[in-house]
C-alpha cells in the first residue's frame, strides 16, 4: 500500500523542463527552435514573434546578431505570463536590431534584455511608445536595450488610459506594478516623454537619455514609484518649438484623475539640458480625492538651461540637491503656487521642503535665483503657499563677471542658516559637472539633517558633524566611495589623499588612493 501510494504521488507530479529557443535572421517559424542552426526543420525560427507565441513560463530565446524588421505590421507582444522563479526571457545575443518595430509587453514576469530598436516611428503608431507595458503587467524587467532615433513616439511607458464618461474615478494602470527599467539608453527620441510612468512600485534606474529632443524626461502617475540613479544630457528643443511644447526634467498632472503620490527621485542627473526643470500642477477637473502631492526628489544634479520649475502640488521636497546654472533667462527657479488651476487649494504648491540644496549661478543677473515662492508678484512672495520648510540652503550668484551674493533673499524670505557668502564653493570640478567636495568647503557640515542615510555615491550621511550640503558627502577620514573614472564625461581632476583636487595628468601612484569604492560600497 505505502509503495502504490508512493506511486501515485510520483504520478502526481508534473516536471515543467525549460525550453531555450533561437531566432535567427535565416532561421524558418516552420523549425523547432530548438537549435541555432538555419535547418528549416530542427533549426532556429526566424521571428521574434513566433518565439514570443510559443514561450511559456522558464522559457529562454536568444535572438542572434542581425538586422530584423517586420513583413506586416509595426510591433510584436508577448502571449505568455512567467511566474516568480520562472520568468519568460527573450535575450538579443549580440548586436541585435529590431528596425522600424514597437515592442509590447502584455504579460507579467517577462524580460527584454538587450535589443536596439531603431526608426521605430517609421510605420509605429504616433504618441505610442517604442517598448511599452499593458495594464496588469506586474514584475516585467526593461534591461540593457538602446532606442535611437526615433520620432513621433515616446520611449518606455505605461499608457495612460482615459476614464469614462460616468465620472467615476480610476486611477489608472495602478495594478501594474514591481516593474524595472534598467541600463537602456534612449537617443536621439524626439516626442512628448522618454518614460511614461504609471502603477505602483516601479523601478527606473541607471538608464541615459542623450540627444533626445523636447521630451519630458519622466511623466510619473500611480503611487511609490522610484526613479533613480538616471543621466540625461543635451536634451535639446528644437522641435518642441513649432509644437508650443517644451521638456521638463520631471511632470505630472491631474487632467484625467491620474493620482500621483509618493515618488522618490534620487540621484539623478540632468546635464547641459535645453529644458525646464518641472511641472506639477494639480487636479484640474475639480476632484477633491484625487492624491496628487507628496514627492521627494534628493541628490539629484540639475544643469537646466531654459526654465524653472513650476509646483503646484503639496508636499514636494527637495532635498541635498545641486542647481547648477539653471534658468539663466528668467528670474528665480522654485516657484511653488497655491493658486494656479480651477482645483485652488486641491492641489496646491504648500507645505514645501528646500533643505540642503546649493543654488550656483540659477537666474538672471539681475541678483535673484533661489527659489520663488509665486509666480507673480514679488519673486520670492509667499502666495498662499504656507507650510514652507526652508534652510540651510547656499545660494551663489553670477554676474556675468564674478561670483557675488544674490540680492533681496533676506528681506524676501530669512533663512537662518542659509549661506549667501558670494564665495565659489570647493567643488572638484564644476566644470565637468563633477560636485564632489574637496577639503575646506565651506558646504561640509553647513546642512541639517533631512533623514538621508546615503549621499550620491552611497557613502554613509553624515560622515562629520553634520549632513553636508549638495549631493555628495565630504568623508573626513577620506574613505572615498567613488570611482574617479566613472562618469559620462571624463573627469580632469582627481582627489588626492589628503582630500585636495588636482589635474588627473599630475598623479603621483604615491599620494593618490588607487582603489576605488562604487555606489553600491563595494
Partial sequence: MKALLSILCLLAVVSVQSATYYVRT??????????????????????????????????????QPGIYSLSSGYRVWTTHDGTTNSRITLRAVGAVTNYAQEFWMTNSYFTLDGFIFSQASINGSPNQYIIQFGPGTTNCFVLNNTLQYSTNLNGIGWPQQSPGTDGVIRPTNTTSAYCVVSN???????????????????????????????????RIFGCSNVVSYNLITNMLYT???????????????GDFSEESYGHVLDGNKWLNCQCFLCQLTDDHTNTPSIHIG????????FNVLLGAGSIDIPGMRFI????????????????????????????????????????????????????????????????NAFGMTLDYNCLLHWNGTNWTAKNAIVAEW?????????????????????????????LIDAGTNTGLV???DGAT??????????????????KLRFDFNHGPIAAHRVLDATGFGHDAVQMDPTNFLTTTIGPDGT
Fill in 320 to 383: 541635498n540637491d545641486i542647481f547648477y546654472r539653471c534658468n539663466t533667462n528668467n528670474d528665480g527657479l522654485l516657484s511653488f503656487s497655491a493658486n494656479v488651476g480651477p482645483g485652488g487649494g486641491i492641489g496646491s504648491g504648500t507645505n514645501g521642503t528646500v533643505l540642503n540644496c546649493a543654488f550656483i549661478g540659477c537666474g538672471l543677473h539681475s541678483g535673484f535665483g533661489w527659489y520663488g515662492l509665486s509666480w507673480s508678484g514679488s519673486e520670492c512672495g509667499i502666495s
Fill in 184 to 218: 537602456n539608453v534612449l537617443n536621439g527620441i524626439a516626442d512628448d516623454s522618454l518614460f511614461d510612468i504609471r502603477g505602483s512600485y516601479q523601478l527606473v534606474t541607471r538608464n541615459m537619455g542623450i540627444n533626445d529632443d523636447y521630451c519630458d524626461t519622466f
Fill in 461 to 478: 550621511r553624515p560622515l562629520g558633524a553634520s549632513m553636508d550640503i549638495g549631493p555628495y558627502e565630504f568623508d573626513p577620514n577620506l
Fill in 294 to 301: 507628496d514627492w521627494t526628489v534628493r541628490n539629484c544634479v
Fill in 239 to 253: 522641435q518642441g518649438l513649432g509644437f508650443g511644447n517644451h521638456p521638463d526634467c520631471f511632470q505630472t498632472y
Fill in 414 to 442: 530669512p533663512e537662518t542658516h542659509g549661506i549667501n557668502n558670494g564665495q565659489f564653493p570647493g567643488y572638484l570640478d564644476a566644470a565637468e559637472f563633477d560636485f564632489h567636495l574637496t577639503n575646506g568647503c565651506y
Fill in 26 to 63: 535565416d532561421g524558418h517559424d516552420a523549425a523547432s527552435g530548438l537549435n541555432n542552426t538555419s535547418d528549416a526543420s530542427g533549426g532556429a525560427w526566424l521571428t521574434q514573434q513566433k518565439a514570443l507565441n510559443i514561450m511559456a513560463a522558464g522559457d529562454t530565446t536568444l535572438v
Fill in 454 to 456: 546615503v549621499d550620491m
